[in-house]
Protein backbone atom coordinates (compact mmCIF):
# COMPACT_ATOMS: atom_id res chain seq x y z
CA UNK A 1 0.00 0.00 0.00
CA UNK A 2 1.31 3.80 -0.67
CA UNK A 3 0.21 6.67 0.97
CA UNK A 4 0.38 10.32 0.40
CA UNK A 5 3.47 12.15 1.83
CA UNK A 6 3.28 16.08 0.19
CA UNK A 7 3.58 17.75 -2.87
CA UNK A 8 6.55 19.73 -3.41
CA UNK A 9 6.35 23.46 -5.03
CA UNK A 10 7.59 22.13 -8.57
CA UNK A 11 4.54 19.61 -8.53
CA UNK A 12 5.93 16.60 -7.92
CA UNK A 13 3.65 14.09 -5.70
CA UNK A 14 5.86 12.02 -2.76
CA UNK A 15 4.19 8.98 -1.84
CA UNK A 16 5.53 6.16 0.49
CA UNK A 17 4.79 2.53 1.14
CA UNK A 18 4.40 0.95 4.79
CA UNK A 19 7.54 -0.38 6.32
CA UNK A 20 8.82 -3.54 4.41
CA UNK A 21 10.58 -5.75 6.87
CA UNK A 22 13.20 -8.16 5.11
CA UNK A 23 14.56 -10.38 7.54
CA UNK A 24 15.70 -8.41 10.45
CA UNK A 25 15.72 -4.77 8.05
CA UNK A 26 13.16 -2.63 7.60
CA UNK A 27 12.98 -0.81 3.97
CA UNK A 28 10.22 2.40 2.64
CA UNK A 29 9.80 2.88 -0.57
CA UNK A 30 9.37 6.43 -1.46
CA UNK A 31 8.20 6.96 -4.76
CA UNK A 32 8.12 10.54 -6.81
CA UNK A 33 6.21 11.33 -9.97
CA UNK A 34 5.38 14.92 -11.83
CA UNK A 35 3.11 14.84 -14.43
CA UNK A 36 4.66 16.56 -17.63
CA UNK A 37 3.64 16.48 -21.28
CA UNK A 38 2.96 13.23 -21.95
CA UNK A 39 3.09 11.01 -18.85
CA UNK A 40 4.83 11.44 -15.69
CA UNK A 41 8.55 11.92 -14.81
CA UNK A 42 9.21 8.99 -11.92
CA UNK A 43 11.85 7.92 -10.07
CA UNK A 44 11.95 5.33 -6.25
CA UNK A 45 14.40 6.03 -3.70
CA UNK A 46 14.31 3.17 -1.02
CA UNK A 47 14.88 4.14 2.76
CA UNK A 48 16.93 4.28 5.22
CA UNK A 49 19.77 2.83 2.40
CA UNK A 50 18.43 6.25 -0.13
CA UNK A 51 18.85 3.48 -3.36
CA UNK A 52 17.60 4.95 -5.75
CA UNK A 53 16.13 3.14 -8.69
CA UNK A 54 13.83 3.11 -11.84
CA UNK A 55 14.57 6.76 -12.46
CA UNK A 56 12.40 7.97 -15.78
CA UNK A 57 12.60 11.40 -16.69
CA UNK A 58 14.14 13.10 -13.68
CA UNK A 59 17.96 14.72 -13.85
CA UNK A 60 20.56 14.44 -11.51
CA UNK A 61 20.17 17.77 -10.62
CA UNK A 62 16.15 17.05 -9.85
CA UNK A 63 17.73 13.65 -8.01
CA UNK A 64 19.76 15.54 -6.06
CA UNK A 65 17.01 18.16 -4.71
CA UNK A 66 15.03 15.35 -3.98
CA UNK A 67 17.79 13.27 -1.98
CA UNK A 68 18.59 16.36 -0.24
CA UNK A 69 14.97 17.09 0.56
CA UNK A 70 14.31 13.29 1.51
CA UNK A 71 17.49 13.07 3.92
CA UNK A 72 15.50 15.74 5.85
CA UNK A 73 12.18 14.30 6.45
CA UNK A 74 13.37 10.75 5.81
CA UNK A 75 12.76 10.13 10.09
CA UNK A 76 9.07 11.86 9.17
CA UNK A 77 8.33 9.34 6.27
CA UNK A 78 9.77 6.04 8.11
CA UNK A 79 7.62 7.11 11.13
CA UNK A 80 4.59 7.20 9.12
CA UNK A 81 5.26 4.18 7.21
CA UNK A 82 4.74 2.24 9.95
CA UNK A 83 1.76 3.91 11.30
CA UNK A 84 -0.07 3.71 8.01
CA UNK A 85 0.56 7.17 6.69
CA UNK A 86 -0.53 10.68 7.79
CA UNK A 87 -4.45 9.46 8.28
CA UNK A 88 -3.34 7.09 10.92
CA UNK A 89 -0.42 8.17 12.46
CA UNK A 90 -0.67 8.82 16.24
CA UNK A 91 1.42 11.80 17.01
CA UNK A 92 0.73 14.09 13.69
Known amino acids: ?11 T ?5 EAILHGDKESVKVYFEKPVVGGFNSAVCWLPAYR ?5 GFSQSDIDK ?3 F ?6 VVVQLSREGGFDNAANF
Open 1 to 11: MMYPFMTLDDG
Open 13 to 17: VVVHS
Open 52 to 56: WEDIV
Open 66 to 68: YQS
Open 70 to 75: LETVAH
